[in-house]
Protein backbone atom coordinates (compact mmCIF):
# COMPACT_ATOMS: atom_id res chain seq x y z
CA UNK A 1 0.00 0.00 0.00
CA UNK A 2 1.57 3.17 -1.51
CA UNK A 3 1.10 6.10 1.82
CA UNK A 4 -0.44 9.38 0.60
CA UNK A 5 1.29 12.16 1.97
CA UNK A 6 -2.28 14.99 3.96
CA UNK A 7 -1.68 18.33 4.44
CA UNK A 8 -3.79 19.50 7.21
CA UNK A 9 -3.66 23.51 7.90
CA UNK A 10 -2.88 24.41 11.16
CA UNK A 11 -5.55 26.23 13.04
CA UNK A 12 -3.22 27.54 16.26
CA UNK A 13 -3.23 31.00 14.97
CA UNK A 14 -7.43 30.91 14.27
CA UNK A 15 -7.78 29.17 17.75
CA UNK A 16 -5.89 31.90 19.69
CA UNK A 17 -8.34 34.60 17.59
CA UNK A 18 -10.94 32.90 19.03
CA UNK A 19 -9.48 32.99 22.67
CA UNK A 20 -8.73 36.46 22.36
CA UNK A 21 -12.60 37.14 21.06
CA UNK A 22 -14.01 34.94 24.41
CA UNK A 23 -11.70 37.11 26.40
CA UNK A 24 -13.03 40.13 24.72
CA UNK A 25 -16.67 39.16 25.37
CA UNK A 26 -15.56 38.02 29.00
CA UNK A 27 -14.07 42.10 28.98
CA UNK A 28 -17.24 43.10 28.14
CA UNK A 29 -19.76 41.02 30.64
CA UNK A 30 -17.67 41.24 33.92
CA UNK A 31 -17.20 44.91 33.97
CA UNK A 32 -20.54 45.87 31.96
CA UNK A 33 -23.05 43.25 33.44
CA UNK A 34 -26.17 44.67 32.83
CA UNK A 35 -25.45 46.46 29.74
CA UNK A 36 -24.10 43.29 28.24
CA UNK A 37 -27.37 41.99 29.07
CA UNK A 38 -29.43 44.66 27.47
CA UNK A 39 -26.87 44.00 24.55
CA UNK A 40 -27.76 40.76 23.58
CA UNK A 41 -31.39 40.89 23.17
CA UNK A 42 -30.79 44.08 21.10
CA UNK A 43 -32.77 42.73 18.16
CA UNK A 44 -36.04 42.42 19.97
CA UNK A 45 -35.75 45.47 22.44
CA UNK A 46 -34.68 48.87 21.77
CA UNK A 47 -33.60 48.97 25.55
CA UNK A 48 -29.47 49.05 25.19
CA UNK A 49 -30.27 51.94 22.12
CA UNK A 50 -32.46 53.67 24.55
CA UNK A 51 -30.08 53.03 27.48
CA UNK A 52 -27.02 54.36 26.20
CA UNK A 53 -27.76 56.78 22.73
CA UNK A 54 -27.70 59.86 25.00
CA UNK A 55 -24.38 59.32 26.59
CA UNK A 56 -22.23 58.89 23.97
CA UNK A 57 -20.86 55.50 24.14
CA UNK A 58 -19.23 55.32 20.72
CA UNK A 59 -15.35 55.36 23.34
CA UNK A 60 -16.56 53.37 25.95
CA UNK A 61 -15.31 50.37 27.12
CA UNK A 62 -17.53 48.19 26.29
CA UNK A 63 -18.37 49.54 22.99
CA UNK A 64 -14.52 49.58 22.05
CA UNK A 65 -14.01 45.86 23.27
CA UNK A 66 -17.18 44.90 21.35
CA UNK A 67 -15.88 46.85 18.14
CA UNK A 68 -12.45 44.86 18.24
CA UNK A 69 -14.55 41.66 18.60
CA UNK A 70 -16.15 42.76 15.53
CA UNK A 71 -12.89 43.30 13.19
CA UNK A 72 -11.79 39.94 14.09
CA UNK A 73 -14.80 38.01 13.50
CA UNK A 74 -15.33 39.90 10.29
CA UNK A 75 -11.94 39.39 9.03
CA UNK A 76 -11.91 35.88 10.01
CA UNK A 77 -15.39 35.50 8.21
CA UNK A 78 -13.62 37.27 5.18
CA UNK A 79 -11.01 34.74 5.38
CA UNK A 80 -12.81 31.70 5.36
CA UNK A 81 -15.00 33.49 2.36
CA UNK A 82 -12.27 34.03 0.06
CA UNK A 83 -10.88 30.14 1.26
CA UNK A 84 -14.07 28.77 -0.10
CA UNK A 85 -15.24 30.66 -2.76
CA UNK A 86 -11.50 32.11 -4.27
CA UNK A 87 -9.38 29.31 -4.96
CA UNK A 88 -6.18 31.19 -5.79
CA UNK A 89 -6.03 32.78 -2.46
CA UNK A 90 -4.62 29.86 -1.14
CA UNK A 91 -1.66 30.85 -2.49
CA UNK A 92 -1.69 33.39 0.09
CA UNK A 93 -0.03 33.07 4.01
CA UNK A 94 -2.77 32.11 6.12
CA UNK A 95 -1.86 34.55 8.94
CA UNK A 96 -0.83 37.12 6.38
CA UNK A 97 -3.88 37.00 4.54
CA UNK A 98 -5.46 37.50 7.71
CA UNK A 99 -4.00 40.61 8.65
CA UNK A 100 -4.43 42.34 5.26
CA UNK A 101 -8.06 41.63 5.54
CA UNK A 102 -8.33 43.14 9.31
CA UNK A 103 -6.37 46.06 8.13
CA UNK A 104 -8.34 46.50 5.53
CA UNK A 105 -11.60 46.64 7.18
CA UNK A 106 -10.22 48.25 10.04
CA UNK A 107 -9.05 50.84 7.60
CA UNK A 108 -12.44 51.08 6.12
CA UNK A 109 -14.54 51.67 8.86
CA UNK A 110 -12.27 54.20 10.97
CA UNK A 111 -11.97 56.47 7.48
CA UNK A 112 -15.80 55.89 7.48
CA UNK A 113 -16.52 56.68 10.91
CA UNK A 114 -14.20 59.96 10.70
CA UNK A 115 -16.08 60.77 7.43
CA UNK A 116 -19.42 60.49 9.20
CA UNK A 117 -18.95 62.63 12.31
CA UNK A 118 -16.99 65.36 10.14
CA UNK A 119 -20.18 65.26 7.94
CA UNK A 120 -22.04 66.20 11.08
CA UNK A 121 -20.02 68.49 12.50
CA UNK A 122 -20.25 70.71 8.88
CA UNK A 123 -24.00 70.26 8.70
CA UNK A 124 -24.06 71.31 12.47
CA UNK A 125 -25.53 68.05 12.72
CA UNK A 126 -23.20 66.04 14.99
CA UNK A 127 -25.51 64.89 17.72
CA UNK A 128 -28.03 63.38 15.34
CA UNK A 129 -24.91 61.80 13.34
CA UNK A 130 -23.60 60.36 16.06
CA UNK A 131 -26.61 58.78 17.48
CA UNK A 132 -27.05 57.26 13.90
CA UNK A 133 -23.55 55.77 13.71
CA UNK A 134 -23.90 54.33 17.18
CA UNK A 135 -26.91 52.23 16.57
CA UNK A 136 -25.64 51.22 13.48
CA UNK A 137 -22.43 49.79 15.11
CA UNK A 138 -24.00 48.40 17.66
CA UNK A 139 -26.27 46.35 15.02
CA UNK A 140 -22.71 45.41 13.39
CA UNK A 141 -21.67 44.73 16.65
CA UNK A 142 -24.23 42.02 17.47
CA UNK A 143 -24.44 41.18 13.69
CA UNK A 144 -20.84 39.77 14.81
CA UNK A 145 -21.74 38.02 17.39
CA UNK A 146 -24.51 35.75 15.94
CA UNK A 147 -21.25 35.19 13.18
CA UNK A 148 -19.13 33.53 15.75
CA UNK A 149 -20.51 29.91 15.97
CA UNK A 150 -20.53 30.04 12.33
CA UNK A 151 -16.61 30.83 11.93
CA UNK A 152 -16.25 28.18 14.77
CA UNK A 153 -17.81 25.33 12.11
CA UNK A 154 -16.11 26.65 9.16
CA UNK A 155 -12.89 26.15 11.33
CA UNK A 156 -12.89 23.42 13.03
CA UNK A 157 -16.35 21.20 11.36
CA UNK A 158 -17.00 21.94 7.62
CA UNK A 159 -13.60 24.26 6.10
CA UNK A 160 -14.67 25.18 3.06
CA UNK A 161 -18.62 25.53 3.32
CA UNK A 162 -20.00 27.63 0.56
CA UNK A 163 -22.82 26.59 1.93
CA UNK A 164 -21.88 27.99 5.77
CA UNK A 165 -20.63 31.04 4.12
CA UNK A 166 -23.92 31.55 2.91
CA UNK A 167 -25.60 31.67 5.80
CA UNK A 168 -22.81 33.66 7.42
CA UNK A 169 -23.59 36.55 4.71
CA UNK A 170 -27.66 35.99 5.20
CA UNK A 171 -27.11 36.77 8.86
CA UNK A 172 -24.71 39.48 8.69
CA UNK A 173 -27.12 40.90 6.67
CA UNK A 174 -30.63 40.38 8.51
CA UNK A 175 -29.17 41.49 11.95
CA UNK A 176 -28.26 44.58 9.98
CA UNK A 177 -31.51 45.09 8.32
CA UNK A 178 -33.24 44.74 11.43
CA UNK A 179 -31.20 47.44 12.94
CA UNK A 180 -32.09 49.73 9.81
CA UNK A 181 -35.46 49.22 10.01
CA UNK A 182 -35.70 50.14 14.00
CA UNK A 183 -33.43 52.83 13.25
CA UNK A 184 -35.97 54.26 11.07
CA UNK A 185 -38.68 53.52 12.89
CA UNK A 186 -37.07 55.30 16.35
CA UNK A 187 -35.83 58.08 14.10
CA UNK A 188 -39.36 58.58 11.57
CA UNK A 189 -39.95 61.93 12.70
CA UNK A 190 -36.98 63.28 12.30
CA UNK A 191 -36.07 62.05 9.05
CA UNK A 192 -39.55 62.98 7.56
CA UNK A 193 -38.63 66.56 8.43
CA UNK A 194 -35.25 65.98 6.54
CA UNK A 195 -35.81 63.63 4.48
CA UNK A 196 -33.65 65.28 1.24
CA UNK A 197 -30.43 65.15 4.09
CA UNK A 198 -31.39 61.78 4.86
CA UNK A 199 -31.64 60.84 1.26
CA UNK A 200 -27.88 62.74 1.03
CA UNK A 201 -26.72 60.57 3.99
CA UNK A 202 -27.28 57.74 2.67
CA UNK A 203 -25.85 57.97 -1.36
CA UNK A 204 -22.74 59.59 0.24
CA UNK A 205 -21.91 57.41 3.50
CA UNK A 206 -23.77 54.52 3.17
CA UNK A 207 -23.83 53.34 -0.17
CA UNK A 208 -21.29 55.20 -1.99
CA UNK A 209 -18.42 53.74 0.06
CA UNK A 210 -19.95 50.16 -0.34
CA UNK A 211 -19.62 50.64 -4.10
CA UNK A 212 -16.26 52.12 -4.55
CA UNK A 213 -14.72 49.09 -2.16
CA UNK A 214 -16.69 46.88 -4.78
CA UNK A 215 -15.55 48.22 -7.52
CA UNK A 216 -11.85 48.28 -6.13
CA UNK A 217 -12.40 44.76 -5.14
CA UNK A 218 -13.34 43.72 -9.00
CA UNK A 219 -10.79 45.39 -10.60
Not at 114 to 124: E, R, S
Request: aromatic share 18%; with cysteine.
Amino acid sequence: MEAVARYIESTDWISAIFLLGLLLLVFAKGLFYSRFLTFVILPFNNKYIILNNKKGKLLSGFHLSLSLFQWLNLSLFGYFALQALVPDSGQWDPLVLFFILFGALLGFTLAKLLLQLACGYLFDNTKMISYLVFQKWSYLNYSTLVLFPVNLLLTYLFPGSKALVLIGVILLFAVNITGWANILKIHQKVISAQFFYFILYLCALEIAPVLIVTNLVNA
